[in-house]
Nanobody
Framework: QVQLVESGGGLVQAGGSLRLSCVDS????????MGWFRQAPGKEREFVAA????????YYADSVKGRFTISRDNAKNTVYLQMNSLKPEDTAVYYC??????????????????WGQGTQVTVSS
């Protein structure tokens, strides 16, 4: 079973950095691809980044490419999102998620069946 808890959010000035972490307290983390999504007030939840179970393949939304890096440590059951050069438009609640099909590196919310509670990221201008 997958149980996800995010941390690392906060308030940062534009141009700053944050690293989000997501720990899976279940026992099957290394079998799953993982994804990060975000939801700003009044907007739909959107894809940010995804990573295969091995960590060797990643994919990013165009809006964060070159600024954000997704990585994972399977020994620690943890997936990370390093966010650099943050912009006010990055302000959102960030969620980590695991797909319904463990090996699927999916890009849409409907393909993810397990979600964390979210962590707030606020970027001031």
């Amino acid at each position: 079973q997958v149980q996800l808890v995010e941390s690392g959010g906060g308030l940062v000035q534009a141009g700053g950095s944050l690293r989000l972490s997501c720990v899976d307290s279940g026992r099957t983390f290394s079998s799953y691809a993982m994804g990060w999504f975000r939801q700003a007030p009044g907007k739909e939840r959107e894809f940010v980044a995804a990573i295969r179970w091995s960590g060797r393949t990643t994919y990013y939304a165009d809006s964060v490419k070159g600024r954000f890096t997704i990585s994972r440590d399977n020994a620690k059951n943890t997936v990370y999102l390093q966010m650099n050069s943050l912009k006010p438009e990055d302000t959102a609640v960030y969620y980590c998620a695991a797909p319904r099909i463990p090996t699927l590196m999916a890009l849409t919310t409907t393909e993810y069946g397990y979600w964390g509670q979210g962590t707030q990221v606020t970027v001031s201008s």
